[in-house]
Nanobody, 122 residues
Framework: QVQLVESGGGLVQAGGSLRLSCAAS??????MGWFRQAPGKEREFVAA????????YYGDSVKGRFTISRDNAKNTVYLQMNSLKPEDTAVYYC?????????????????WGQGTQVTVSS
C-alpha cells in the first residue's frame, strides 16, 4: 500500500505563487502526477513526472507557469505554481503509480492523496 499526503495549499492573490508538496510512504512508487478539480468540473491533469525526474509533462493550461519536481531521497514530489490565476482555484490531488511511465491519464494512477485546496483571489 502507498500513502500520499499533500500540503502547501492555501489562499493567494492572483499573480502570486504557492508550492505544493506530496509525501509518499509505503511501497516503492514510480511515476507521480498532480491533478486538480474545481467545483462542478471534471478532474483535470496538471503535471506528471517520471521516477528519475527526467521526463515531465504539463497540462496546456499550466505550461510555463507550473513546475513539477521530485526528491526521491525524501519520497516527495513538488508542484511550484507561479503566476497564479483565479481559474487555478481547485482542490489539487497528488497521484502515484508503482510501475509505468508518467502519464496524463488519471485512470493509470493507483494511489491518490486526500487533496489540498488552492484558492486564488482576483
Amino acid at each position: 500500500q502507498v500513502q500520499l499526503v499533500e500540503s502547501g495549499g492555501g489562499l493567494v492573490q492572483a499573480g502570486g505563487s504557492l508550492r505544493l508538496s506530496c509525501a509518499a510512504s509505503g511501497r516503492t512508487i514510480s511515476s507521480m502526477g498532480w491533478f486538480r478539480q474545481a467545483p462542478g468540473k471534471e478532474r483535470e491533469f496538471v503535471a506528471a513526472i517520471s521516477w528519475s525526474g527526467g521526463s515531465t509533462y504539463y497540462g496546456d493550461s499550466v505550461k510555463g507557469r507550473f513546475t513539477i519536481s521530485r526528491d526521491n531521497a525524501k519520497n516527495t514530489v513538488y508542484l511550484q505554481m507561479n503566476s497564479l490565476k483565479p481559474e487555478d482555484t481547485a482542490v489539487y490531488y497528488c497521484a502515484a503509480r508503482r510501475h509505468g511511465d508518467a502519464t496524463s491519464s488519471q485512470y493509470l494512477y493507483t494511489y491518490w492523496g486526500q487533496g489540498t485546496q488552492v484558492t486564488v483571489s482576483s
